[in-house]
């Protein structure tokens, strides 16, 4: 398996999601709060309820042996009972004890009581975990009379208020979207969904798919500790043509293409040292080097015969040939466009 491939579509991925991570946290910090805020037109007073709520007595209406809490709300200046049985809930009207039913006018009242402008003919119903709110079944979206695109919305089973929205709501909501990686359509911002688990598991094989290469290229020969002695003469690299004519000698570099790239891209590659474009392969003709992954998926056959990738391979002393015609061409081209201008070629 080709490791650096994988680890650079990994870092790719990981580092999109990190460029969207710190500019959506930045743009959330530079914009004004209140042009985020879809509260503005949200109405202020709220009228107690003028009808005294009944109590449940066993004669009349009792409590279902299920029920795990009761909350006394306030709908419309009438008094409401909002009561919870397990996962289930059920609304009664406190003044009658009878079961909460909305139609849409009641609906359009509770929105209407609600903010400051008035409100467009017509609603619409959505599924609440189509529009961010998965615990209502159904939400009635109303939509007001601003130049800010102002939306109610209520539940449509219990009537409560769940939110105003607007434009600067909205963006506010794509921005925390991206900054916490909740891609998933109705979710909800949270902090321990299925976008922060996926991240953090392709971080976690990012870093794995390093090691791996880490390892791939110290088993090459790339990291090698080397102790400074007087030496008569350098490590030398001679790089050949097709026909064995000798091109150019270079001092040994951390890795075999580096070595000969130094001073000018003598050696073509289009992967950037990846193992995949295959450019840069070379015929060792002495000693070659133990094959990588990128040799034997990128060579194949030609493994047997001495063919190796330069950038797969750390420091190398000895003799290497070009495999083709067009190394050599490439070669020589980049040798002219690299000479020093002088009074001959001018």
Known sequence: MNWLKWHLYLAALCGLQMLLWIGSGLTLSLLDE???????????????????????????????????????????????????????????????????????????????????????????????DSIGFPDSAKVALFNAETDRNTRVLIDAQSGKLLAHKDKGSDLKE???????????????????????????LLTLLMVLSGAFVVWQRWQAGFYQIRFKRPILQAPTLIVLDTQGEELGRFNVGAYLLESINADAPLLPTQCGGGGSCGLCALVFTDNPPDATEADLNRLRGKVEQG????????????????????????????????????????
């Open 174 to 200: 794509l921005l925390l979207m991206l900054h916490f990686m909740d891609y998933a359509p109705g979710n909800g911002i949270a902090f321990n969904h299925i976008g922060i688990r996926l991240f953090a």
């Open 34 to 128: 209140d042009y985020l805020d879809a509260n503005r037109y949200r109405a202020q007073s709220i009228q107690a309820p003028g009808i005294m709520a009944q109590h449940f007595t066993p004669g009349r209406v009792s409590l279902p042996a299920d029920v795990t809490e009761v909350q006394l709300d306030n709908l419309l200046s009438r008094p409401v009972y909002r009561i919870e049985l397990g996962e289930r809930s059920m609304n009664l009207w406190a003044d009658t004890l009878e079961p909460l039913v909305l139609d849409d006018a009641l609906l359009r009242k509770i929105a209407t009581a609600s903010i400051s402008a008035p409100l467009l003919d017509g609603m619409e119903y959505h599924p609440g």
């Open 307 to 346: 063919h190796r990738l330069a950038c797969q391979h750390g420091s190398y002393c000895g003799r290497v040939r070009l495999v083709n015609k067009a190394q050599e061409r490439y070669w020589h081209k980049q040798q002219q466009s690299n000479e020093p201008l002088t009074s001959e070629n001018v």
